[in-house]
C-alpha cells in the first residue's frame, strides 16, 4: 500500500545542496530547523515550484492553502476579498469557519480596509487566514514559519483553531517552524533539518514529542478544560486523548490569566521542572502534586527518563516524563513499578494554545 507523502529527492542550486527523503501516513507534518537551512526551499519542491535535481515528491491531490512568508496578498482588494478569494476558486469552507477566522485572527476592524494598506503583522494575519479557509475543504494547508509574527495572546488563540481543524479534519497539513513546541503541538510527525558545509538533509520523522524535547520543546504536552479560577491560577481537568464527557484522569493547577472558565487549552510541562518523592510531600508550595508510579526507564547521558502514570489515569492518557540523576534513582531504588509522587509548581506550567469555550469565571476573574 502506498503511503500518503512520498519523497525521496535531492536539490543543488548556487553551491547548496539539499537531500529529503520521508515516507509518512501522518496527516499533520513538521518540518523543523534553524533559519536558512533550507526549509523554505523544501517547501517549494513540495508545492511544486522548484523541480528536484534527482528523485520525486509525491503528495495526495487536492486544494492548497498556502501561507507564505512573503504573504502573497491582493493588495488592490479588501480584507474581506482576500478571504472570499478561495470561493472564487470553488473552495467553499464549512459553514461558520470565515466567523471563527475572522475571531481567531482579530480581523473583524480591518475587513473593509484594503491590503495594501495594512502593516506587516496585519498582512501576515490575513495571509495565514486565507491559507487556512482556502484548504479547509479537505485540501493541503502548507504554512511557512506561521506563528512568528504574532504577539503571545494572538498566538494562543491562532494555535487552538489549528488544533480545531485538526481535529475536525478539515484539513491535511505541512508546516515549516523554528518553534519545537508550536510542532509538537500541531504535527502528527516532525522531521528535524540538518545543515553541515553547504548540505542540508532531514532526518528520520518521529514522534514530535521524542524528536524535539531537547530542541527547546516540552517533554510533557496535555490538553485540558478549565473547571474554575483563584486569582491568577486555575483548576484545569486534563482529559485522555481519546476522552468522553466526563472522562477524565487527573486535575492540576495553571496559571489563570487571561482564561475564562470552559476555556479549552494546551499546557506544556518541561522534564526539568517536574520533581519524584517516594513520600508524599505534605504542605508544599507545589500546588500539584500527584501520586503514580514509573512506567518507563530510559536512559538520556548521565541522566535518566522517567515516565509516570499518574493515579486514575487511563491507559489511553499520556505519562509524565521527569529527568533523574542515575545517582538520584540508585539512591531512592526507583524502577519500573515503583510507586512515587511527581510535583510541580504552577508557573512551570505555560499555557501555549487557547479555544474559548467559556464565559468569564463568576468571580470576576480575568
Known amino acids: 500500500m502506498s503511503t500518503r507523502v512520498n519523497i525521496d529527492a535531492s536539490l543543488e542550486r548556487d553551491g547548496f545542496h539539499l537531500d529529503w527523503k520521508l515516507q509518512s501516513d501522518a496527516k499533520w507534518l513538521g518540518l523543523f530547523g534553524a533559519s536558512g537551512g533550507g526549509k523554505t526551499t523544501a517547501l517549494e519542491l513540495a508545492l511544486g515550484w522548484l523541480r528536484p535535481t534527482r528523485g520525486h515528491v509525491r503528495l495526495p491531490r487536492g486544494a492548497v492553502g498556502y501561507g507564505p512568508q512573503d504573504l502573497l496578498l491582493f493588495p488592490h482588494w479588501t480584507v474581506e476579498a482576500n478571504l472570499l478569494a478561495p470561493g472564487r476558486a470553488g473552495r467553499t469552507p464549512k459553514p461558520g469557519l470565515l466567523e471563527r477566522v475572522v475571531e481567531a485572527f482579530e480581523l473583524g476592524p480591518l475587513m473593509i480596509r484594503g491590503a495594501g494598506q495594512l502593516s506587516g503583522g496585519e498582512g501576515r494575519r490575513v495571509a495565514l487566514a486565507r491559507a487556512i479557509l482556502a484548504a479547509s475543504g479537505g485540501g493541503l494547508l502548507v504554512l511557512d514559519e506561521p506563528l512568528s509574527s504574532l504577539d503571545r ?185 515503583t510507586p512515587l509522587f511527581l510535583m510541580f509548581k504552577t508557573r512551570s506550567v505555560e499555557v501555549l494554545a487557547v479555544t474559548s469555550q467559556g464565559a468569564p469565571s463568576a468571580d470576576g476573574a480575568p
Open 153 to 337: 495572546e494572538r498566538k494562543r488563540r491562532v494555535l487552538g483553531l489549528l488544533i480545531e481543524l485538526k481535529n475536525e479534519g478539515l484539513c491535511t497539513a505541512l508546516i515549516v517552524s523554528h518553534s519545537a513546541a508550536d510542532l509538537q503541538m500541531l504535527c502528527d510527525e516532525v522531521q528535524v533539518l540538518e545543515t553541515s558545509g553547504g548540505r542540508s538533509s532531514f532526518g528520520s520523522a518521529g514522534s514530535p514529542v521524542d524528536v524535539l524535547a531537547d530542541a527547546g520543546g516540552f517533554e510533557n504536552i496535555l490538553t485540558g478544560v478549565l473547571t474554575s479560577i483563584h486569582g491568577d491560577s486555575g483548576s484545569c481537568t486534563v482529559l485522555t486523548q481519546h476522552a468522553t464527557a466526563g472522562d477524565s484522569w487527573l486535575e492540576v493547577t495553571i496559571p489563570g490569566r487571561g482564561l475564562v472558565t470552559g476555556d479549552q487549552v494546551v499546557i506544556g510541562l518541561r522534564a526539568d521542572d517536574v520533581l519524584v518523592t517516594l513520600d508524599h510531600p505534605g504542605r508544599v508550595s507545589a500546588r500539584n502534586v500527584l501520586g503514580g508510579k514509573v512506567v518507563g526507564v530510559h536512559p538520556l547521558s548521565s541522566y535518566r527518563t522517567l515516565e509516570i502514570r499518574a493515579d486514575g489515569a487511563a491507559s489511553s492518557a499520556p505519562c509524565f516524563r521527569t529527568h533523574i540523576t542515575k545517582g538520584a534513582l540508585d539512591d531512592l531504588g526507583i524502577g519500573v513499578g
